[in-house]
């Protein structure tokens, strides 16, 4: 590996903080779909078949490879399913499909063997792959730790030979509910943890001077998904190395939310020129995964092809001087004032919405925003996923607007108001300057990122009525809105900023499409293609700290499907909770249930519990450890039986799966976290 291709600046994770320029990773070879180095990001799936089912593992097969799968992954938990790749293989071979195969394993190092005698690739997961989860707290000394090493050489090395002698790649694939007892020891639960987990495997193969990896850091949580993934390219680059690198966020769970959390974690990387191929992980059937992972990645195709070039063997990323307290690898809020108890400082993040097109004259129109009408009690009530702001603009409503939503207009319009009562104004930056009334306790200000370094900036009156509306109209729009926090850093500014983006989805969309690209589906519905967008921009700055507000602007969608998805873009980040969090696994050959019908059964009994994590599981590889974030847990223990977890201890083994739901809601009941539904 030649070190010297690789330059990052220290405390670096990518090429560039402000342009969109692709970090180039060796070149793997996978059949004869290589990944890395220049070729295109590959998409990829895996099966929920049971593997020894070789018909039905070959049918699910090519529904994925025509929805666009390039790598197809099958899981082998024993040496017989590790035997049957090599009939599905010979199977999709026959149809004429030459899509390489990846093996999945956990804790079986002799089917892994097997595996990679048969199929272009096999996956192993370090935390499990040579250690058994015990949950145990070890001291261990420098002298015993390397011993440990030792014995994960010695468990390790075979497969690694194998691959070489069959020239079988590999993927390192890291997950963060599953480090194994010794990495929990001594790194913690943290993305430090993940990294070296994977760091580990990876030195033994290059020992051996076998370089066919791809590395992985998958987390249920985006925000410790991309601060891991951050931390393994500083730290391959400081050990000469660049493999490809695998997205996914594990357990992203199904529909809307399933969509948001992925397109948070997996979009905020790409963003950075980070990732080789994408596995979007829903709780669905795994071809309904690869038009989403299409719809995230296009975007890059383009944006790559309308950035200026640069030589990747000498890389000079430009210097930014307001960068300096920024750590991307942990999470820390953008301090803020506290303007009028209720935007910035310690408050959510707030929500704006444009019904400056709407129907004013009706007050149901309300309802999409969160604030439900009652024509016969003439009174509001307030949904779960009621916003904070209504953009008017110079429409004047006919009906009276509840107490507790704020009203936005044009600062022109605004002053003519004979009750400004909840209502404030929005300013341009030079009428903002100018402006004769500034008495408002919010004034809003339109600016963008450049206006920092303008004379007008330097004019603007400071008081803690202030609140920025920061909007972007660049191609990298992330990058530039991004850099904006930054220079507030430098100067030390504590203004509260609502982040602002806008979408003209049809031309977007089209320009992004093309005919002759056979991976790409011309129904991408729109709102789905809002959800990953505004969910990669957004969430790519919360999950930083940077925001104190959100403004999803999109002419011709659905307000209902706006404030949908700027909801699921706080609650994927962890900024605002609104709702209950399913973290859901995508099923393969080892779930013991449906987990579709499972999933969608326990969040029609449990939707209402707002704040609450509740995993679902289908199986132990994707128990105890890798719901460690969740607060309650419902685990796959064999045919027909469920053990239910309290966190990570379980505390009902063995339940059989028709009391299983009774028993975990008396579990949510003893805790006292139940609530009755409406």
């Given at each position: 590996?030649?070190?010297?291709?690789?330059?990052?600046?220290?405390?670096?994770?990518?090429?560039?903080?402000?342009?969109?320029?692709?970090?180039?990773?060796?070149?793997?070879?996978?059949?004869?779909?290589?990944?890395?180095?220049?070729?295109?990001?590959?998409?990829?799936?895996?099966?929920?078949?049971?593997?020894?089912?070789?018909?039905?593992?070959?049918?699910?097969?090519?529904?994925?490879?025509?929805?666009?799968?390039?790598?197809?992954?099958?899981?082998?938990?024993?040496?017989?399913?590790?035997?049957?790749?090599?009939?599905?293989?010979?199977?999709?071979?026959?149809?004429?499909?030459?899509?390489?195969?990846?093996?999945?394993?956990?804790?079986?190092?002799?089917?892994?063997?097997?595996?990679?005698?048969?199929?272009?690739?096999?996956?192993?997961?370090?935390?499990?792959?040579?250690?058994?989860?015990?949950?145990?707290?070890?001291?261990?000394?420098?002298?015993?730790?390397?011993?440990?090493?030792?014995?994960?050489?010695?468990?390790?090395?075979?497969?690694?030979?194998?691959?070489?002698?069959?020239?079988?790649?590999?993927?390192?694939?890291?997950?963060?509910?599953?480090?194994?007892?010794?990495?929990?020891?001594?790194?913690?639960?943290?993305?430090?943890?993940?990294?070296?987990?994977?760091m580990e495997f990876m030195r033994i193969c290059e020992m051996l001077n076998y370089y066919e990896l791809v590395i992985s850091m998958k987390s249920s949580n985006p925000q410790v998904m991309v601060q891991a993934y951050r931390l393994l390219v500083e730290t391959m680059v400081s050990e000469g190395m660049n493999y490809p690198l695998h997205l996914g966020v594990t357990e992203a769970g199904d529909g809307e939310d399933g969509r948001i959390k992925s397109a948070?974690?997996?979009?905020?990387?790409?963003?950075?020129?980070?990732?080789?191929?994408?596995?979007?992980?829903?709780?669905?059937?795994?071809?309904?995964?690869?038009?989403?992972?299409?719809?995230?990645?296009?975007?890059?195709?383009?944006?790559?092809?309308?950035?200026?070039?640069?030589?990747?063997?000498?890389?000079?990323?430009?210097?930014?001087?307001?960068?300096?307290?920024?750590?991307?690898?942990?999470?820390?809020?953008r301090e803020t004032y506290e303007a009028n108890a209720f935007i910035g400082g310690h408050m959510v993040p707030r929500i704006v919405v444009d019904l400056s097109h709407a129907n004013l004259k009706d007050a149901a129109v309300l309802n999409d925003a969160g604030y439900l009408y009652s024509p016969l009690l003439d009174k509001y009530s307030m949904g779960e996923q009621s916003v904070d702001f209504v953009y008017l603009a110079d429409q004047l409503p006919s009906?009276?607007?509840?107490?507790?939503?704020?009203?936005?207009?044009?600062?022109?319009?605004?002053?003519?108001?004979?009750?400004?009562?909840?209502?404030?104004?929005?300013?341009?930056?030079?009428?903002?300057?100018?402006?004769?009334?500034?008495?408002?306790?919010?004034?809003?200000?339109?600016?963008?990122?450049?206006?920092?370094?303008?004379?007008?900036?330097?004019?603007?009156?400071?008081?803690?009525?202030?609140?920025?509306?920061?909007?972007?109209?660049?191609?990298?729009?992330?990058?530039?809105?991004?850099?904006?926090?930054?220079?507030?850093?430098?100067?030390?500014?504590?203004?509260?900023?609502?982040?602002?983006?806008?979408?003209?989805?049809?031309?977007?969309?089209?320009?992004?499409?093309?005919?002759?690209?056979?991976?790409?589906?011309?129904?991408?519905?729109?709102?789905?293609?809002?959800?990953?967008?505004?969910?990669?921009?957004?969430?790519?700055?919360?999950?930083?700290?940077?925001?104190?507000?959100?403004?999803?602007?999109?002419?011709?969608?659905?307000?209902?499907?706006?404030?949908?998805?700027?909801?699921?873009i706080l609650q994927a980040t962890r900024s605002r909770i609104s709702k209950t969090e399913y973290i859901s696994c995508p099923s393969c050959g080892r779930t013991l249930f449906d987990l579709m019908v499972t999933t969608q059964m326990i969040r029609s009994h449990t939707s209402h519990l707002k704040g609450l994590k509740i995993a679902i599981m289908g199986c132990i590889v994707n128990g105890p450890g890798e719901m460690a974030d969740a607060d309650y847990g419902?685990?796959?223990?064999?045919?027909?039986?469920?053990?239910?977890?309290?966190?990570?201890?379980?505390?009902?083994?063995?339940?059989?799966?028709?009391?299983?739901?009774?028993?975990?809601?008396?579990?949510?009941?003893?805790?006292?976290?139940?609530?009755?539904?409406?």
């Open positions: 590996m030649d070190a010297n291709a690789i330059k990052l600046l220290p405390g670096r994770y990518c090429n560039s903080l402000t342009e969109y320029s692709r970090f180039v990773t060796r070149e793997v070879h996978i059949g004869d779909v290589p990944m890395g180095g220049s070729n295109p990001i590959r998409i990829q799936s895996m099966t929920t078949t049971d593997t020894m089912d070789t018909t039905g593992t070959v049918e699910q097969s090519t529904r994925m490879i025509k929805a666009g799968c390039e790598y197809v992954r099958i899981t082998a938990p024993s040496i017989k399913e590790a035997q049957n790749l090599a009939e599905i293989k010979k199977q999709l071979r026959s149809r004429g499909y030459t899509t390489p195969l990846v093996a999945d394993i956990h804790f079986t190092p002799n089917a892994a063997e097997v595996a990679a005698r048969i199929v272009e690739k096999v996956r192993v997961n370090p935390g499990n792959y040579a250690d058994k989860k015990k949950f145990d707290q070890i001291d261990y000394t420098d002298a015993e730790y390397q011993a440990e090493l030792e014995r994960i050489y010695q468990k390790f090395s075979p497969l690694v030979k194998v691959c070489k002698e069959y020239g079988t790649a590999m993927r390192i694939g890291t997950n963060h509910g599953s480090l194994s007892d010794r990495i929990m020891s001594r790194y913690g639960d943290t993305p430090q943890g993940m990294v070296e987990s994977a948070v974690g997996i979009g905020a990387l790409l963003e950075d020129g980070l990732g080789d191929t994408v596995r979007v992980s829903l709780t669905e059937e795994p071809e309904a995964e690869a038009p989403v992972a299409i719809a995230l990645v296009e975007r890059y195709t383009r944006r790559s092809q309308e950035s200026t070039a640069k030589n990747q063997d000498s890389i000079d990323v430009e210097h930014i001087t307001s960068n300096v307290r920024h750590n991307p690898y942990e999470y820390k809020k009906f009276t607007f509840p107490g507790n939503l704020k009203q936005l207009y044009d600062y022109i319009t605004w002053q003519k108001l004979a009750d400004k009562t909840n209502c404030h104004p929005l300013f341009t930056l030079q009428e903002y300057i100018s402006a004769e009334d500034r008495t408002s306790a919010l004034n809003l200000v339109r600016l963008k990122s450049l206006d920092v370094e303008s004379d007008e900036f330097g004019m603007i009156p400071m008081d803690k009525s202030l609140i920025f509306v920061l909007e972007t109209d660049e191609l990298h729009g992330m990058a530039d809105q991004r850099s904006f926090f930054f220079k507030m850093e430098e100067l030390g500014s504590d203004v509260p900023v609502i982040i602002k983006r806008s979408y003209d989805l049809k031309s977007e969309v089209g320009s992004q499409i093309s005919e002759d690209d056979s991976r790409i589906t011309s129904n991408v519905e729109r709102t789905t293609q809002l959800q990953l967008y505004s969910a990669t921009d957004l969430g790519s700055l919360l999950i930083d700290g940077f925001g104190d507000g959100i403004w999803v602007d999109a002419p011709g969608i659905e307000t209902k499907a706006i404030t949908s998805t700027a909801f699921g419902y685990v796959g223990s064999g045919t027909d039986k469920v053990t239910l977890y309290r966190g990570k201890e379980a505390v009902k083994k063995n339940v059989t799966s028709a009391n299983a739901l009774d028993e975990l809601i008396g579990i949510i009941r003893e805790d006292g976290n139940w609530i009755e539904p409406a």
